[in-house]
């Protein structure tokens, strides 16, 4: 933890999706009787008291944290990315899906110590997970000139970006659904 004390870190909650597939907003939707955006707050609060969530719903004010909506639309989560790192007051931000409930702290401290560059992003089987991640702000930059040259694929910017990949195949191995994202309203059943 005293590296965490020696950064300048903040916390990001994605939430700003369409939820099409969940059919209700999927940051409220319970899982074990806990709204999934709570299992975001819960686990970055472990790391920094201080926490944006990045979503377009009025909703998300009752949680007590700023919340950043997004400035360009129809982009997918670059877009939110953008809008609450350049709002984001700290060099360097824990970012965490509100659908990726199963995360736990063993992640963020494995991407906090394997920090390079711009950042660090989980990769197993050569899959990245770029919305469970440590992002330096300055990124807000790259994802801005991505959004108006029309390129809105996260994993691609991830790959041009300076942001070292962090093997996960090993802590994969130990807990198989780490990364599971719950989308619809049977992956809240698995």
């Avoid at 700290?90 to 110590?113: G, M």
């Avoid at 950042?119 to 440590?134: M, Q, R, S, T, Y």
């Avoid at 996260?154 to 093997?167: F, M, T």
């Amino acid at each position: 933890m005293n590296q965490v004390k020696a950064l300048d870190l903040g916390g990001i909650v994605l939430s700003g999706g369409k939820s099409t597939r969940m059919g209700q907003d999927k940051g409220f939707v319970l899982f074990d009787d806990k709204p999934l955006v709570q299992y975001a707050i819960d686990l970055l609060e472990k790391f920094t008291p201080d926490i944006i969530i990045s979503a377009n719903h009025e909703e998300y004010k009752k949680l007590g944290y700023p919340v950043v909506e997004d400035k360009f639309t129809d982009c997918g989560p670059v877009a939110g990315l953008y809008s609450s790192l350049k709002a984001s007051s700290h060099d360097w931000n824990l970012i965490l899906s509100c659908d990726v409930p199963l995360v736990n702290e063993e992640v963020l401290t494995l991407l906090l110590d394997q920090r390079r560059g711009k950042g660090a992003v989980p990769v197993h089987e050569g899959k990245l997970e770029p919305l469970v991640a440590l992002y330096h702000r300055d990124l807000y930059k790259v994802f801005e000139k991505s959004i108006k040259n029309g390129n809105f694929q996260l994993r691609g910017i991830i790959k041009q970006a300076e942001i070292h990949l962090v093997s996960f195949d090993d802590l994969m191995t130990q807990n198989p659904r780490l990364f599971d994202n719950f989308n619809t309203p049977g992956d809240l059943k698995r």
